[in-house]
């Protein structure tokens, strides 16, 4: 299967974003990339996730702690391939063929293919990409110098992938309780403690973790960065560091996740010690990005794999696909798996606009991506557990078998509603975005101008919108009467119908310039997120545009 051709509407969205030079070129890669992640590293992905698990060889033979976490040979091959085709890479340097650097709209396009595959690969991925980016923005010329060109390798240097660790014992999600210190000893700075749950320990080669130097005070501010070598330069001998155990996770099994205990390891201070939380936050939202496209990714693998199914599972005298109801269910899918994949993206040339430009943006985009991010992260982890379970119920007994993708397409999608804040944290988030930045306000202003740029012709299915708009605002001001209580309670309210308008705007703006298959979408996604035909259905679009929806891509033979 080639993922990407199974996947008309990312190119649909690619075009919108990418010009012409470039989306020729992405076109061919993307295609190209498609086609391994569908058939190679999909075939590595079952064998990690089932024989091949990560394992940790904690001593020698002769009783040294090595502390090794051994990965099978597939997965080094998996490694290899993806960030050779410039995942990490091309978003910091120049892609040979164009002449020019990538964007993240690019690695995004990438990581959404790979998380049709592995998902737990793309959660390395994920973390070499904040590694790259801290060291980018923040490092000094020396240490940008030195590390860089190995995180972000293609292939002409080794390899160094990278790692943030955050979470410790004591704290989790209150990162301002974290303990882990950073001593200066003889004018070096050695860092001591243990990270709770590290992912990619092992196979990194640098790690980005927060310390507080000696004197520092409590909580987030005062927190530094530091970038940690995995292993002492020259010798190869671990960086004084050691791997308590591997996590025990229920999915995502191919990355290693671990408790890391640092025993004076040699550490050099990236950017501002004072500003060191505030780093780690930023690329706290590059990495929630990521969860987002991880998400879409099980979505639509999900969506495929019930559809496939559907399309070959002959029962009681007909296949799957003659029944109404399942018509139904995979058009549903079909069309909020469209626009959740175009709202996603929406927010990713946000994301690039606001990170090429850091510095010179406004207040008001930095306060909207933050937003949109909190707002998709959260949907997107949610509905890649429905979907996985949609096609679990689609394939009836066999949807529960290991032999099926569906049963670890579900395990690994669980672990995405909690990685880099569960829905209570981002809707903390966005009600501390409301606080500060009067986000609401730029959220209704962006909302009524988008209504009102609309074509005619699609005006007419605004209405639910803006009864949405009309429950936000009266929301929104009840609660600014309130204690602090009340409003934490609701922020999740809140944050939900402010995605369900943001996504059906981006539903009827792709209805705008995609034809008439994209109104469709749309107004089967209205329906379905307003509920405005839940008792008696009358339009039947599911069953009326069936053809136009689902068989517009059948499977491949």
């Not at 996740?257 to 040699?266: I, K, T």
């Amino acid at each position: 299967m080639n993922f990407y051709r199974e996947d008309p509407n990312l190119k649909f969205i690619l075009k919108q974003y990418l010009h012409d030079e470039f989306f020729a070129w992405a076109d061919k890669e993307l295609d190209e990339f498609g086609e391994l992640c569908g058939t190679e590293i999909d075939e590595r992905a079952v064998h990690t996730d089932r024989e091949g698990q990560p394992r940790l060889i904690k001593y020698d033979r002769m009783g040294n702690d090595i502390s090794h976490i051994w990965v099978n040979e597939g997965y080094k091959k998996t490694v290899e391939q993806t960030y050779n085709a410039g995942i990490v890479g091309y978003v910091h340097k120049t892609i040979p063929e164009l002449g020019r650097k990538g964007n993240y709209m690019y690695s995004y396009a990438q990581g959404y293919l790979l998380s049709h595959a592995e998902p737990g690969f793309y959660c390395p991925v994920t973390l070499t990409m904040a590694t790259a980016y801290l060291i980018d923005h923040y490092a000094d010329e020396e240490l940008r110098a030195k590390y860089l060109p190995h995180v972000i390798s293609t292939g002409e240097v080794e390899l160094f992938e990278g790692a943030t660790f955050l979470s410790e014992r004591q704290g989790g999600s209150d990162v301002g309780a974290n303990e882990v210190k950073a001593v200066i000893e003889e004018g070096k700075y050695r860092i001591y403690g243990e990270k709770y749950f590290g992912s990619n320990a092992g196979q990194c080669g640098v790690a980005m973790i927060l310390a507080r130097i000696e004197g520092a005070p409590a909580g987030t501010k005062g927190l530094s960065l530091f970038l940690v070598p995995w292993r002492k330069e020259g010798s190869g001998e671990l960086n004084h560091l050691e791997i308590r155990r591997l996590k025990d996770k229920l999915g995502v099994k191919a990355v290693p996740s671990a408790e890391v205990v640092f025993n004076g390891a040699e550490a050099y201070l990236v950017g501002d010690a004072k500003k060191g939380f505030y780093y780690m936050m930023e690329a706290l939202n590059l990495s929630r990005i990521c969860n987002a496209i991880a998400s879409l990714g099980i979505m639509q693998r999900a969506y495929l794999e019930a559809r496939n199914y559907a399309f070959t599972r002959h029962t009681f005298g007909s296949y799957l696909v003659d029944f109404p109801m399942v018509k139904e269910s995979l058009v549903k899918l079909a069309a909020k798996q469209e626009v959740e994949a175009s709202a996603v993206f929406s927010l990713v040339s946000l994301f690039d606009h606001v990170t090429e430009n850091v510095g010179f943006v406004s207040k008001e985009e930095e306060a909207m991506n933050r937003l949109l991010i909190a707002l998709l992260k959260m949907e997107s982890a949610e509905q890649a557990i429905h979907f996985a379970h949609e096609a679990i119920e689609m394939h009836g007994g066999n949807g529960y078998m290991e032999d099926f993708v569906t049963p670890r397409l579900l395990r690994d999608a669980q672990v995405l509603t909690v990685w880099e804040g569960t829905a209570n944290i981002l809707g903390l988030e966005v009600l501390r975005l409301i606080e500060k930045f009067n986000v609401h306000e730029l959220f209704l202003k962006y909302v009524d101008e988008e209504l009102e740029s609309l074509p005619v012709e699609l005006q007419q299915y605004t209405a639910p919108i803006q009864k949405g708009v009309v429950q936000l605002k009266t929301l929104l001001s009840t609660l600014s009467k309130e204690n602090r209580d009340v409003q934490t309670y609701h922020s999740k309210r809140v944050a939900k119908l402010m995605t369900k308008i943001y996504e059906s705007i981006i539903a009827l703006k792709d209805a705008s310039i995609g034809g008439e298959r994209k109104e469709i979408i749309a107004r089967v996604f209205l329906n379905e997120t307003w509920r405005l035909n839940e008792i008696v259905d009358e339009e039947l679009l599911a069953l009326k545009y069936f053809d136009e929806i689902v068989k517009v891509a059948q499977p491949q033979k």
